[in-house]
């Protein structure tokens, strides 16, 4: 079963922030929070993933709360080709469990 | 650089019969990893191969497997298929330098089952 729990949907504005919520309270302090998206039917597309300090890349920043039980990717400027499944997935080996995601739509 | 490919893109069968799927991992990338995402439902872990060997698999029967070759590419077999077994399968590929390496996914095959 996936260790993280996120809203099953979620709409965003064209140009404004996108922000998804995931919590992983049972997080063990050597597990990685990690970020795929999966846009209809494609393969999923890596994003970002972190242990324990936010991070950012050119695609997304993520956002780890102190606690470690809790994160936010956020997308600065979503188009609309970031709509998606948005999957959050806690993992501390190769087996990656994905849960449901949240299917972020994008409007203009 | 080329990213993971998989072939067939789709591939129907009947029931009772055999599907072989293949995958290419990103060059250099030694770990291969196979998932199944049945409609509407999450990636379930399939398989993990690194080095050519099995390293690991998920809750699936004896008649999904699969084989790593030396140039790291792979192969996953489905024996006896269901109807079930009709999903997308996808592989992904890692440096396997470590268990937490980021996988990258192919496109997938859409496996269905007649």
């Known amino acids: 079963d996936a260790k993280t729990t996120q809203p099953p949907s979620m709409d965003c504005a064209e140009g404004r922030a996108a922000n998804l919520p995931c919590n992983h309270s049972?997080?063990?302090?050597?597990?990685?929070v990690y970020w795929y998206r999966q846009i209809h039917s494609q393969g999923p597309q890596y994003i970002i993933h972190?242990?324990?300090n936010n991070e950012t890349n050119e695609m997304a920043s993520l956002i780890i709360t102190e606690d470690r039980k809790s994160s936010t990717l956020i997308l600065p400027h979503a188009t609309l080709r970031d709509t998606a499944v948005y999957y959050c997935?806690?993992?501390?080996?190769?087996?990656?469990?994905f849960g449901a995601g949240t299917r972020l739509t994008v409007k203009p | 650089e080329a990213g993971v490919t998989q072939s067939p893109t789709h591939l129907i069968k009947t029931r009772g019969q055999q599907a072989t799927l293949r995958c290419s991992p990103i060059?250099?990338?030694?770990?291969v990893y196979w998932y199944q995402q049945a409609l509407g439902l999450g990636l379930q872990f399939l398989l993990w191969?690194?080095?050519?060997?099995?390293?690991n698999r998920g809750n699936f029967p004896p008649r999904f497997s699969g084989r790593q070759f030396p140039n790291y590419s792979s192969e996953l077999n489905v024996n006896a298929l269901e109807l079930e077994d009709s999903a997308l399968y996808l592989c992904?590929?890692?440096?396997?330098?470590?268990?937490?390496?980021?996988?990258?996914f192919g496109p997938g095959t859409r496996l269905t089952v007649l």
């Open positions: 992904a590929s890692s440096w396997g330098l470590a268990e937490t390496d980021t996988q990258y």
């Open positions: 972190g242990l324990k």
């Open positions: 060059s250099g990338h030694t770990s």
């Open positions: 049972t997080i063990s302090g050597n597990e990685y």
């Open positions: 997935i806690v993992r501390d080996n190769n087996d990656m469990r």
């Open positions: 191969y690194d080095e050519g060997e099995e390293r």
